[in-house]
C-alpha cells in the first residue's frame, strides 16, 4: 500500500523560511508529476506547486516568486521550501499525485503556521 509521510512543518514568524518534505513509499514516484496541495481552516484543498517527470514546476499565483518544489527521484521525495511566509500560507501542507485520477490515499500532512 503507497504510504505518504509529510514533516517540516511548523511556527514561523512572518517572512520566515520552512523547508517541507515527502517521502512516497511503494510507488513508482519518477513515473508522476507530483503536487503540494494546502488546507486552511474552513477552506477547500488548494493546489500550491506541482513538479513534472521532467522538473518543469508550476505555482499558484499566491506563492509564485515566495515557494519553490523540487523533487529528488531517488529518495522518492518532494521538496517545498517555503520563504517569505506571510500569515496566510497558514494550513496543513499535503502532497500526492497532480492528477487527480492517480491520487493514492492522503498522508497526515504537516501544519505550517505563520504568526508574530
Known amino acids: 500500500q503507497v504510504q505518504i509521510v509529510e514533516s517540516g512543518g511548523g511556527l514561523v514568524q512572518p517572512g520566515g523560511s520552512l523547508r517541507l518534505s515527502c517521502t512516497v513509499s511503494r510507488f513508482s514516484f519518477s513515473s508522476y508529476a507530483m503536487a503540494w496541495y494546502r488546507q486552511a481552516p474552513g477552506k477547500e484543498r488548494e493546489l500550491v506547486a506541482s513538479?513534472?517527470?521532467?522538473?518543469?514546476?508550476n505555482y499558484a499565483d499566491s506563492v509564485k516568486g515566495r515557494f519553490t518544489i523540487s523533487r529528488d527521484n531517488a529518495k522518492s521525495t518532494v521538496y517545498l521550501q517555503l520563504n517569505s511566509l506571510k500569515p496566510e500560507d497558514t494550513a496543513v501542507y499535503y502532497c500526492?499525485?497532480?492528477?487527480?485520477?492517480?491520487?493514492?490515499?492522503w498522508g497526515q500532512g504537516t501544519q505550517v503556521t505563520v504568526s508574530s
Open positions: 513538479i513534472n517527470t521532467l522538473l518543469v514546476a
Open positions: 500526492n499525485t497532480l492528477d487527480k485520477a492517480s491520487w493514492r490515499e
